[in-house]
C-alpha cells in the first residue's frame, strides 16, 4: 500500500539515532564537558570526532560513527542535547560539569523586559563569533548547530514562575516579552542557519537524516502550561516561524504532547513532532496526519528494560503512528546504565520493522 509521505522531509523510512548523555561519555570515556569543550575550537573538532569513533566502535553496523575519519568544524555539540547559549546570551549565569550538560541558573530579571539587541554584544554571543571565525580560518566551512532553548523555556529561565503571574496580571506585558525573546531567538538561529545551514541537530539528532533541515523549536515546558495559554501567547509565534521556516517542527518532551494534538493541528504547517515518551501516538497521529511523528522513548525506563520488552515498545509505537515514512525513533539521554545490547535492540528492531514495510510496499 502507497503510504503518504511529506515533501518538505525527503525522508528516508523510518530513521533512528540515539544520544548518550553526558555522564555516559565521562564514565566511559573520560570525556569532560567543560566549557573548553564547548568553545574551545581545537578541542571541539577533536572530541566531536573521538565521539564519532566510539560510537562506530560499538553501533557502527547500525551506521552511527560515518564521520570518524573526518575533522568537521562542528560549532556545537551535536552529540549532546543542550540548550544554553541564548539564555546565557541574554544574561542567565551557566555552570559547566564534567558529567552533565552545562547547567542555565535563572536570571530572575525584575520585569518581563529584554532588549532585543543586546544579547548580540554579550560576551556570550561574541566567544560564540570567535568559535566560529576561528573555526572557519581553519577548515573554510563550518557544519552543525547549538542548541537552543525555545521561547517558553527561556523566559522561564529569565522570570521563573513570575511569568505566569505576568501571564494572569499584565498579559499584554507577557506577550510582548514573549515577542522580544522569539525576536532574539529567530535572529540567533538564523545567524547560525547562514553559518552552517542548520539549527537543530542539538535539538533532536534524529534531524541529521532529513535531507531538508528541519527547524525544531524546543517547547520543553509546554508540560507547565494549559491549552489555552499555549495559543493564547506561544501559537502565534509557532504559527508565524512555520509559515517562514520550513520543514517546521515543534520538540515536545514531555509526557503529554497528545494534550495539544488540537492546538498543534491548528498550525498552518507543522511537519516534524517530537512525541515526548508517555504521549499518545495513536491520538497525535489522528490530528496530525500529515506531521513525522518523531517517537521518543525513555531514557530512564530503558536501562531497565530486557532487550525483548524494547523492541515490542518500538514495535507498537510505531505501529500507533501508522506511516512509516511519517515516523522516526529515537532515544535522547541515555545515562551511564545502558548497556550495548539495549541501544542495539533499538536500531535491530527498527530495521525489523523496515523490512516488514518495504515488503507490504511490494506486495
Known sequence: MPYLRNESLQNSMLPVDIVLHPSWWSRHEGITFDEDFFFHPAKRVEVERKMEQVLYDRWGQYGLGADRDRDLPQIGPVHLAAGYLTSEMLGCPIEYHEDSAPQVIPADIDSPDISRDAPFESPAFKRYEQLLDALKTKYGYLSGDIGWAGVLNTALDLRGQDFFLDAIDKPDEAAGFAADIAAVVERFTQHMRGATGSTSISVNRNVRHIPAPVHLHSECSNVM????????????????????????????????????????????????????????????????????????????GIVEQPTDEIRATVRRLVHESANPYLTGVCCINMDDQVSDDQVSAIFEEVELLRQEYAREEQA
Open 225 to 300: 502550561i494549559s491549552t489555552d495559554m499555549y495559543e493564547q501567547f506561544f501559537l502565534p509565534i509557532d504559527d508565524e516561524w512555520s509559515r517562514k521556516y520550513r520543514p517546521y517542527g515543534i520538540h515536545h518532551c514531555g509526557d503529554d504532547p497528545h494534550r495539544f494534538a488540537a492546538s498543534y493541528a491548528k498550525l498552518p504547517h507543522l511537519d516534524f513532532l517530537d512525541v515526548g515518551w508517555g504521549g499518545d501516538v495513536a491520538e497525535l497521529r489522528r490530528h496530525l496526519p500529515n506531521t513525522f511523528l518523531n517517537i521518543r522513548l525513555s531514557p530512564v
